[in-house]
């Protein structure tokens, strides 16, 4: 059964204090990787599609990459904008996506 | 529509009561899911629907839940007899092909059963 867990459940940084957030995956064949943010009281927000280990994405201040176990979404000098929840899904051949449960990331002025 | 939409934003039902949630996908998306998150839980598949297909229901935690898919478009999720451990967001996604990039999201439908 495909599995997705995401550490730390809960980060505070200051602005501009760049980080980490990882995602740690189980798939009997990764058919691609996701992350999505999502801020309160609306849908997930797409970011970025993985598909293979050694890929890397980069939108703005974040940057995705990608191994055969882990995903890291590392967040360079973040603002207070960049405060939401962050969530990691996967894919694999024949199955739905799976959710982890999400990093909630606080970015304080 | 330029994104998805979900109606309605927030439904309050008595338990015991059915409701009716409704998607409306991206014109030309052949998939749609439906997903359910609980207060400080994550996402969990409900239903997936692609093209003509038949959908896939695995996801659907008891016979009260069901779905349908009118004319590749429009989707409803219906649930009978509602209990308050129905209480959640439910969320619908669409994507241009199956399974392929990310989806997008509508802003969901806040459901409480009291």
């Known amino acids: 059964e495909d599995q997705v867990t995401q550490s730390p459940e809960a980060l505070r940084l200051q602005e501009g204090e760049s980080s980490s957030l990882n995602c740690s995956y189980t798939v009997s064949g990764l058919r691609g990787l996701f992350w999505y943010r999502q801020d309160p009281g609306k849908g997930p927000e797409f970011l970025f599609t993985?598909?293979?280990a050694g890929e890397e994405k980069e939108k703005e201040r974040l940057k995705a990459t990608l191994t055969k176990k882990e995903s890291f979404l590392h967040i360079t000098a973040p603002k207070p904008e960049d405060s939401a929840t962050y969530l990691c899904a996967v894919r694999s051949y024949g199955q739905n996506f799976v959710f982890g449960p999400g990093t909630r990331l606080s970015v304080l002025p | 529509g330029a994104g998805v939409s979900q109606s309605p934003s927030n439904k309050v039902t008595e338990k015991g009561k059915d409701v009716e949630l409704r998607c409306d996908p991206i014109?030309?998306?052949?998939?749609l899911y439906w997903y359910r998150q609980s207060l400080g839980q994550g996402l969990e598949f409900l239903i997936y629907f692609q093209g003509n297909s038949a959908p896939d229901k695995s996801g659907l935690p008891s016979d009260r839940f069901s779905a349908e898919r009118t004319g590749g478009s429009v989707s409803t999720l219906t649930i009978q007899r509602t209990q308050q451990e129905d209480s959640a967001v439910y969320l619908c996604?669409?994507?241009?092909?199956?399974?392929?990039?990310?989806?997008?999201f509508g802003s969901g439908t806040r459901l409480t059963v009291v």
């Open positions: 993985l598909y293979s």
């Open positions: 996604a669409s994507s241009p092909v199956e399974g392929g990039g990310g989806y997008t």
């Open positions: 014109s030309g998306h052949t998939a």
